[in-house]
């Protein structure tokens, strides 16, 4: 076994925006015995949390549930809508959508990235009235579908999806849209129904607070017909046998069983505080971050005021500071982890967490250890970021006060 319990006193704060930190009573439900998943009382677990996961998504239409990371997802919302060579139109808004556009290359599906050039691309949401021109000009009607990242994880920039979906409405295109909210699901607000969604893949262990190991597809009826013709081969992945078992609880191989026991717990916890005070909390924390970094005199990487994410802040160091030392200066001396900058953006900046089971006290001793480390590193800043933190979330605390669940 490797040294798990190498961190000096205290726990290890976990700050990177997934795998966000396991509420210890999903940690207990995890730990329950594990049962027959042929067996009666499993077919109960399946039916309540195939139930619950359709209130996560917004949703009326089936949630396939996967023993699988939020890759996994993407492949299954291609293989069971695609044919060999299908042209998919796909926007470049971070490195998760550029993974998932490498994804769709290996399938042998043909994508197409638009997006804005360089860093530039990586500091703003989708530009949807880019995806309307492409439609358009697309009169033979080759996209089969539109595909978006909902929350960037390597930015921390939020795009707006009903705007995707009036895109591709106004250019009377038949494109299926399929959304990655994989970071976005229970962090952020999500309407899966209401927003015209096809497939919207997502993942346990962001918003949701479970470890890696399970991953969503979110259906619509137009998805499933779709998914009758397409021919690109599936077998784990195929959603008809799946969601034909689900109707009783079941799936047609092994499920994770004691990772259902977490979910149906984090599901109960969620809708405890209500969806909607959780969507809240998450939205000030956020704001508090971003007051802080200002206040640092540093940039965020979302420059969309309307896009910055609830999920995380893009933390962007000024020239000739590289980001990563700053990451291990606050490992090593604060017993803390922060997000790397990926792909693109390596060295040049650093991303705070701010998900999940997250609350006042919790961003207050991350940007406390950020702003420590910082100074550490030599980093000018212009003024106490945690001060001004403090000071926003003490302004706004009333307005948060929430009673207990009845």
């Known amino acids: 076994m490797p040294n798990l319990n190498f961190h000096p006193a205290g726990r290890h704060f976990l700050?990177?925006?997934?795998?966000?930190?396991?509420?210890?009573?999903?940690?207990?439900?995890?730990?329950?015995?594990?049962?027959?998943?042929?067996?009666?009382?499993?077919?109960?677990?399946?039916?309540?949390?195939?139930?619950?996961?359709?209130?996560?998504?917004?949703?009326?239409?089936?949630?396939?549930?996967?023993?699988?990371?939020?890759?996994?997802?993407?492949?299954?919302?291609?293989t069971n809508t695609m044919s060999p060579g299908d042209t998919v139109?796909?926007?470049?808004?971070?490195?998760?959508?550029?993974?998932?556009?490498?994804?769709?290359?290996?399938?042998?599906?043909?994508?197409?990235?638009?997006g804005l050039p360089g860093i530039e691309g990586w500091r703003r949401g989708v530009q949807a009235d880019l995806i309307e021109e492409r439609l358009k000009a697309d009169t033979e009607h080759r996209i089969k579908a539109v595909c978006v990242v909902h929350n960037e994880t390597s930015t921390g920039v939020t795009t707006d999806i009903a705007a995707v979906r009036r895109a591709i409405d106004s250019a009377g295109h038949p494109?299926?849209?399929?959304?990655?909210?994989?970071?976005?699901?229970?962090?952020?607000?999500?309407?899966?129904?209401?927003?015209?969604?096809?497939?919207?893949?997502?993942?346990?262990?962001?918003?949701l607070m479970l470890p890696p190991g399970i991953s969503f597809n979110a259906l619509s009826p137009?998805?499933?017909?779709?998914?009758?013709?397409?021919?690109l081969p599936k077998a784990f992945w195929a959603w008809d046998e799946i969601v034909e078992m689900n109707r009783t609880g079941y799936w047609p191989y092994t499920p994770n069983t004691n990772l259902l026991y977490g979910l149906a717990e984090a599901m109960d916890m969620l809708l405890e505080e209500g969806l909607e005070h959780v969507f809240a909390r998450h939205q000030r924390l956020a704001a508090a971050c971003r007051e802080g970094v200002r206040v640092w005199g540093l940039e965020t990487q979302c420059v969309e005021e309307s896009c910055h994410s609830p999920v995380l802040t893009?933390?962007?160091?000024?020239?000739?500071?590289?980001?990563?030392?700053?990451?291990?200066?606050?490992?090593?001396?604060?017993?803390?982890?922060?997000?790397?900058?990926?792909?693109?953006?390596?060295?040049?900046?650093?991303?705070?967490?701010?998900?999940?089971?997250?609350?006042?006290?919790?961003?207050?001793?991350?940007?406390?250890?950020?702003?420590?480390?910082?100074r550490l590193a030599g980093v000018p800043l212009k003024g106490s970021g945690?001060?001004?933190?403090?000071?926003?979330?003490?302004?706004?605390?009333?307005?948060m006060a929430r009673h207990p669940a009845k």
């Open 15 to 78: 700050q990177i925006p997934g795998p966000s930190p396991v509420p210890d009573r999903i940690l207990r439900a995890i730990s329950y015995p594990t049962i027959d998943h042929r067996g009666p009382e499993f077919g109960a677990l399946g039916r309540q949390v195939l139930a619950g996961i359709k209130k996560m998504f917004k949703t009326e239409h089936p949630v396939v549930i996967y023993p699988a990371s939020g890759t996994g997802a993407w492949e299954a919302a291609l």
């Open 89 to 114: 139109l796909m926007y470049e808004t971070g490195h998760f959508a550029s993974l998932w556009k490498k994804m769709a290359e290996r399938l042998g599906l043909k994508p197409e990235f638009l």
């Open 175 to 207: 494109a299926l849209l399929m959304v990655d909210t994989i970071s976005g699901l229970a962090s952020a607000d999500y309407r899966h129904d209401e927003w015209g969604v096809d497939v919207t893949i997502s993942g346990s262990q962001k918003g």
């Open 222 to 231: 137009k998805a499933l017909a779709a998914s009758h013709v397409a021919k």
């Open 314 to 374: 893009g933390v962007m160091m000024p020239e000739g500071v590289d980001a990563d030392r700053v990451r291990k200066l606050v490992y090593e001396n604060f017993n803390m982890s922060l997000g790397a900058g990926l792909g693109k953006l390596k060295g040049l900046m650093f991303r705070i967490g701010h998900l999940g089971e997250c609350n006042d006290l919790t961003l207050m001793a991350t940007l406390s250890g950020c702003e420590m480390g910082l």
């Open 386 to 399: 945690v001060v001004a933190a403090m000071d926003y979330l003490q302004s706004t605390a009333q307005s």
